[in-house]
Nanobody, 123 residues
Framework: VQLQASGGGLVQAGDSLRLSCAAS????????LRWFRQAPGKEREFVAA????????YYADSVRGRFTISRDNAKDTVYLQMNSLKPEDTAVYYC?????????????????WGQGTQVTVSS
């Protein structure tokens, strides 16, 4: 499975942005797709996860209520809709894939990674 992230950009605080992660290769029903982010000088941080089959979702407390993860099975694409963006959301955002426990927030638990896409939120 290969993952391709896109959709980053420069926005102002309070704006919205939608990231996309296109998956190529076979996505099994038990697959879990996640978004992580990494700000300069900080560790990679879990943002949101979705199970490919059934659409069950899980969020980090810092984004719950502002971000929404979704998937389009026909397009093999996962989205991250980000609303009410804050300067502290500035980071490189990565999509990742794995199997197993959707509540896992460890980057090391993910087998597949896409390249990052930069999100910058100005105040």
């Amino acid at each position: 499975v290969q993952l391709q992230a896109s959709g980053g950009g420069l926005v102002q605080a309070g704006d919205s942005l939608r990231l996309s992660c296109a998956a190529s290769g076979r996505m099994f029903t038990s697959s879990i797709l996640r978004w992580f982010r990494q700000a300069p000088g900080k560790e990679r941080e879990f943002v949101a996860a979705i199970r490919w089959s059934g659409g069950y979702t899980y969020y980090a407390d810092s984004v719950r209520g502002r971000f929404t993860i979704s998937r389009d099975n026909a397009k093999d694409t996962v989205y991250l809709q980000m609303n009410s963006l804050k300067p502290e959301d500035t980071a490189v955002y990565y999509c990742a894939g794995s199997y197993g426990n959707i509540r896992s927030v460890r980057a090391d638990d993910n087998t597949y990674w896409g390249q990052g896409t930069q999100v910058t939120v100005s105040s």
